[in-house]
């Protein structure tokens, strides 16, 4: 029946179709003759006999599925009436294809090796389609996802046929490293052997050094397969990474001396042809016990002296960056009075970094590690303020001393000094518009703003003195929360 021979969505007129159809040819001669017919037909139109499976001639006839049935009823050896020797004879000679997939993988084939001739091998994109039409690429990929999942999938006649050509099985990152893989043996026949820099690279482009240690790293790691293992094996490849291992050290030892001590790179950074991110990352996972492999006792502590930090989160690692940074300002100006917009070496601003912190000492946010680390430098000693104070206040003021706790303060101490110096020059503050203090500053807009604040209640007292100390004048309105008090207490 025709049920079995489209496809489960074709339209049921179509079925209906095919169904007299194969009354009408396995009941009377005439209507096998009308069919073979229609089928000559085609064959004179088309030069061949391989319509779709669902094709009707124009006269209503399914030629498409009266051929599929044929075909079926001889490969399972149905005899009869609807087909016969004589039959089959008849169709012969019109073309008759009695094996589709056969004659697919014979053009298909033929294709191929044309490629093959012309260019040496079957790297072909998938999307590839010769000048005649057929879609080489697509039919490859077949191949290779078909017989990944059956080796049966073709006769030992077709795989023999295959490799004659160049056929190359596998995945496209398996051809890729098989690619790799002859040019080392290339390498190997020329030179006896593969003991190649790091940084080495072939008349063609290939970085075979870097990929000959990409494989030692993956070999290290257990993720290298024993195939694999064994095919570098043969070409005399060396294991024992004790030199790798020296060799990169060295590279991220002159990078940290070179950076202060900070191991803080892009994820992508490579030297001599060594992906030095990627190395310090696998050291860091099996110093911490994530991978097969184990560090020394020697090679953990020799990494933690370049600034490699063991069993810390991406956070943690990147605010030891930054604490080296403002350690190493420390060491060289003997402060950390770092000026605004300051930058360090990895292109952070340090200056926002150092009043974050003094600000998340304030509200309690740092840990007793952290704050120590902190104190040894000065960021937090000598500061006002201490763990769990309101993190919203802007400033806070010791005493009589007048130190100042954040950045924010200190750049209003140093206007405050501009304004001194003003007063001590003029014996006033009559400060003109757009007056420019030494440093740049405008002290007229800033003494504006100091007003401001005074009217607005923002103004602590401290700094109420200050100002008063050096006759500057806020005005008539007393200060809003004033005003507050004195209406409340007058009702």
């Not at 391989?50 to 009266?66: C, K, M, N, R």
């Not at 593969?194 to 000959?212: C, H, K, M």
């Not at 043969?234 to 990078?255: M, P």
């Not at 206040?393 to 750049?411: K, S």
Request: hydrophobic share 30%; glycine share 8%.
């Amino acid at each position: 029946m025709y049920e079995n021979v489209f496809p489960k969505n074709t339209p049921s007129e179509i079925t209906d179709k095919c169904s007299k159809c194969e009354r009408l040819a396995s009941m009377s001669p005439d209507g096998w003759n009308e069919m073979y017919s229609a089928a000559k037909k085609y064959y004179c139109e088309n030069n061949s006999l391989s319509p779709p499976v669902f094709y009707v001639t124009d006269e209503g006839l399914p030629l498409g599925a009266w051929l599929e049935k044929l075909r079926i009823c001889r490969k399972n050896g149905i005899y009869n009436c609807f087909l016969t020797e004589e039959h089959i004879a008849m169709l012969d000679k019109i073309g008759m294809l009695w094996d589709v997939y056969d004659y697919v993988f014979e053009r298909s084939y033929n294709a191929a090796a044309a490629y093959y001739r012309e260019h040496g091998d079957l790297e072909c994109g998938s999307e590839y389609v010769t000048p005649d039409g057929i879609r080489l690429g697509a039919w490859l990929r077949y191949l290779r996802t078909q017989s990944k999942k059956n080796s049966r999938f073709l006769t030992d006649e077709q795989y023999q046929m295959l490799a004659s050509i160049g056929m190359r099985w596998g995945s496209k990152y398996e051809l890729q490293w098989d690619g790799v893989y002859q040019v080392l043996c290339e390498y190997y026949r020329a030179n006896g052997n593969i003991n190649l820099p790091a940084a080495y690279v072939t008349p063609d482009g290939v970085r075979l050094g870097r990929w000959i240690r990409r494989q030692i790293e993956l070999h290290g790691n257990g993720q290298l397969t024993d195939s694999r293992t064994e095919r570098l094996e043969k070409l005399g490849i060396v294991w024992n990474t004790d030199s790798s291992w020296e060799e990169k050290f060295r590279l991220a030892k002159k990078y940290s001396d070179e950076h202060n001590g900070i191991l803080s790179m892009p994820s992508d950074y490579v030297t001599d042809g060594i992906c030095l991110s990627k190395w310090l990352n696998e050291q860091k996972l099996t110093g911490e016990g994530r991978r097969k492999k184990q560090l020394t006792p020697e090679q953990r502590e020799r990494l933690e002296s370049i600034g490699l930090v063991f069993g810390k989160t991406k956070s943690d690692i990147a605010w030891h960056n930054r604490y080296m940074e403002a350690k190493r300002y420390h060491d060289e100006h003997g402060n950390v009075n770092i000026p605004t917009g300051y930058k360090d070496a990895s292109g952070k601003n340090l200056y926002v970094w150092v009043g974050r912190q003094r600000k998340y000492y304030r509200c309690g946010r740092l840990s007793d590690e952290k704050i120590k680390l902190l104190t040894d430098i000065g960021i937090i000693s000598g500061f006002g303020g201490s763990p769990g104070d309101d993190c919203s206040c802007a400033e806070v003021c010791c005493g009589g001393h007048g130190t100042l706790w954040d950045a924010y303060a200190q750049r209003w101490q140093q206007m405050y000094q501009s304004a001194v110096i003003f007063y001590n020059k003029n014996g006033n503050l009559k400060v003109p518009p757009k007056y420019r203090t030494e440093n740049g500053k405008d002290l007229y807009d800033w003494l504006q703003r100091q007003k401001k604040q005074y009217r607005t209640g923002k103004l602590n007292e401290y700094k109420i003195t200050l100002l008063r100390c050096i006759g500057f004048s806020f005005g008539k309105n007393p200060p809003k929360n004033t005003a507050e008090k004195n209406t409340s207490e007058q009702k």
